[in-house]
């Protein structure tokens, strides 16, 4: 079943601006992540936060988590034309009966 | 380290056939999942395997199965397959231990294509 919902499904920003998704969720989680996949190849992980936490960042990421909306997002500052992918959120709703849950994912255009 | 491998990268098979996917995990890796990913559906999961044994399954038919090997490779079994069977396969490996999913490898994906 699909738990994350990106929004929007498509971006396309300028080389250098700032890019924002966001991700609802609907059950209780464990940890939200978020990875990457470029082209059709496999998914590479970005960031994990966990319930507990409300902001992580990783260099150009900065992540947030509101459980009390269950949504999540996710910002890239000074985009990069390498930064063109698509980003799933995924989460782990705990138990691990499902495993990760992924959204259907944004996918984000940097124009150089 | 290196990274985790999925053999073959590329499939084409016909409808009734069957196929076996081959994953790799990163060494010290226990746990090793499978998802398929269609356009359609997007990524979905397909099971978990902890120390050859499956503890995690989702809503896919018995069609599909697995296993998971002494050495933690796994490979994911599909027979009598369906057009719609055709999509990316996916496989991610953990240190597993936790029990809960935290960061995955994803490998770089088995593209099946069923005639």
């Known amino acids: 079943s699909q738990q994350g919902e990106e929004d929007p499904q498509a971006l396309s920003i300028q080389e250098g601006e700032n890019a924002t998704m966001n991700c609802s969720y609907k059950?209780?989680?464990?940890?939200l992540q978020w990875y990457r996949q470029n082209s059709g190849r496999g998914l590479v992980h970005l960031i994990l936060?966990?319930?507990?936490?409300r902001e992580k960042h990783s260099g150009r990421l900065r992540v947030t988590l509101d459980t009390s909306k269950k949504s999540s997002s996710l910002l890239i500052t000074a985009s990069r034309a390498a930064d063109t992918a698509s980003y799933f959120c995924a989460t782990d709703e705990g138990g691990g009966a499902d495993g990760l849950t992924f959204g259907k994912g944004t996918h984000l255009i940097i124009q150089p | 380290k290196a990274g985790v491998t999925q053999t073959p990268r590329y499939l084409i098979k016909t409808r009734g056939q069957q196929v076996t996917l081959s994953c790799s995990p990163i060494s010290g890796h226990r746990s090793v999942s499978w998802y398929q990913q269609t356009p359609g559906q997007g990524l979905q999961f397909l099971f978990e395997?902890?120390?050859?044994?499956?503890?995690n399954k989702g809503n896919f038919p018995g069609r599909f199965s697995g296993r998971q090997f002494s050495n933690s490779r796994s490979e994911m079994n599909v027979s009598t397959l369906e057009l719609g069977d055709s999509a990316l396969y996916l496989c991610?490996?953990?240190?597993?231990?936790?029990?809960?999913?935290?960061?995955?490898?994803f490998g770089p994906g088995t593209r099946l294509l069923v005639l």
């Open positions: 059950t209780s989680i464990n940890n």
């Open positions: 936060i966990r319930s507990n936490e």
């Open positions: 395997y902890f120390s050859e044994t499956q503890r």
């Open positions: 991610a490996s953990s240190l597993g231990i936790s029990g809960s999913y935290e960061t995955q490898y």
